[in-house]
């Protein structure tokens, strides 16, 4: 059970390049989530799924794209990268929306420098 | 919009103190708290969930309070050790039904 995994873990881009970001998991997890986190701020929600083929936008979603064409993957893509866009990527999952009792469950994360 | 604030942003403390890490918010009406624990290049691990009808959770050496009224929570760990060096994270869940994080305290804990 691997939990959620992402990759790539590490990416340094060129502004104005696309690129995608890759998140699975093997939970079984209806909700997939895409955070940013930067220096002081916490983390920010992208944009999120509430099911294979549903996506949603979060708190911070311009500059991003996203897919759920499969319920255990959650893509993430750069269309044009800027150099506001460096920042670490994290993806979570959870069994139901943010809940009285359900807790979000973590990958590693994806470190994205746009220079 | 909900406000989550962590103070201090860091925090050095010496090995066996006992410690507390604080959370406040400004919108009482939430689904649940939750405390994380980040280490260093890696991901997010919860360690402590209360639902909004709960006071307190524990777990261990860890104790997790809840006061709505006030706008609080408190992350108190007992007999700290250089394992528990990470960035603890508070997150609320609220009536969008997505988490709203603080900004995280950086713990060392000193051998």
């Known amino acids: 059970n691997a939990g959620v995994t992402q990759t790539p873990k590490f990416r340094v881009l060129k502004t104005g390049q696309s690129m995608t970001l890759l998140c699975a998991q093997d939970m079984n997890h209806e909700y997939m989530y895409w955070y940013r986190q930067d220096p002081g701020m916490g983390l920010r929600l992208i944009h999120y799924?509430?099911?294979?083929?549903?996506?949603a936008k979060g708190e911070v979603p311009d500059g991003y794209n996203v897919s759920r064409l499969k319920k255990q993957n959650f893509l993430l893509g750069l269309e044009s990268a800027a150099p506001s866009q460096t920042s670490v990527y994290f993806c979570?999952?959870?069994?139901?929306?943010?809940?009285?009792?359900?807790?979000?469950?973590f990958g590693p994360g994806t470190r994205l420098t746009v220079l | 919009k909900q406000e989550v604030t962590q103070i201090p942003a860091a925090l050095s403390v010496p090995e066996g103190e006992n410690l507390v890490l604080n959370c406040s918010f400004t919108d009482s009406a939430i689904y649940n708290l939750q405390w994380f624990r980040q280490d260093p290049g890696k991901g997010l691990t919860s360690l402590l969930l209360?639902?909004?009808?709960?006071r307190e959770q524990t777990s261990g050496r860890l104790n997790a309070s809840l006061d709505k009224s006030s706008g609080r929570s408190t992350l108190y760990i007992a007999a700290s050790q250089p394992g528990d060096s990470a960035t603890y994270l508070c997150?609320?869940?609220?009536?969008?039904?997505?988490?709203?994080f603080g900004s995280g305290t950086q713990l060392t804990v000193l051998p």
């Open positions: 799924s509430v099911g294979e083929g549903t996506t």
């Open positions: 979570a999952s959870s069994y139901s929306l943010a809940g009285v009792t359900d807790t979000q469950y």
């Open positions: 997150a609320l869940s609220g009536s969008a039904r997505q988490l709203t």
């Open positions: 209360i639902q909004s009808s709960q």
